[in-house]
């Protein structure tokens, strides 16, 4: 009785489900974001960019971050092959629409090549079943402005016209640099153009 009764203690204590972050084969959950595009804001719609062609969605920290700054600025740089394999990008993060204003207009890092949403709320996050957690007390980005908004695990989805999955990867299981989630990704979009 005791040993059951630790059992349903401890399954008690665990509390919220531990998720993986859906993988390929799976159905993309839809959604619809504040976006922002060169500093513009707009509403950036899966169901919409779908309809055109497959799409990366890339889930990162933070803006105005080391890796992500890198990641971005990668995505930026290879923009045009993803054009020409047929293939649109968004960047998702707890950021808030202002933080991600300045992020997605600036040369270093968006350069206003591509959407970057907010998700201050995780929902985005919480559909593809990515965990996110607290910035380090008095965390600063590079800018040196305080970071307030919890970090969503950095992982990559290419998504199929067909709403499927068509691959995951992420830092923590795959153990990618950001800058390999943009290579890794354009790899699968322009492969899908050839077929």
Known sequence: MRK???TLAFVVLMG???FAALKAGDRAPNFSA???LAGKEFTFSLRDALRKGPVV???FPSAFTKGCDLEAHTFAQEK???DAAGATIIGVSADSIARLDAFSADPNYCAGRFPVASDPGR?????YHLTAMAPKPGMKDVRGV???HAFIERTTFVIGKNHRILATFSTKDDHLTPDAHVQKSLAIVQQLASK
Request: proline content about 4%; aromatic content about 18%; glycine content about 0%.
């Open 146 to 148: 305080a970071i307030h």
């Open 123 to 127: 929902r985005i996050a919480t559909a």
């Open 57 to 59: 969605v890339y889930f």
């Open 34 to 36: 504040r976006a922002s």
């Open 16 to 18: 919220v489900p531990v």
């Open 80 to 82: 045009d092959k993803f």
């Open 4 to 6: 059951m009764f630790l």
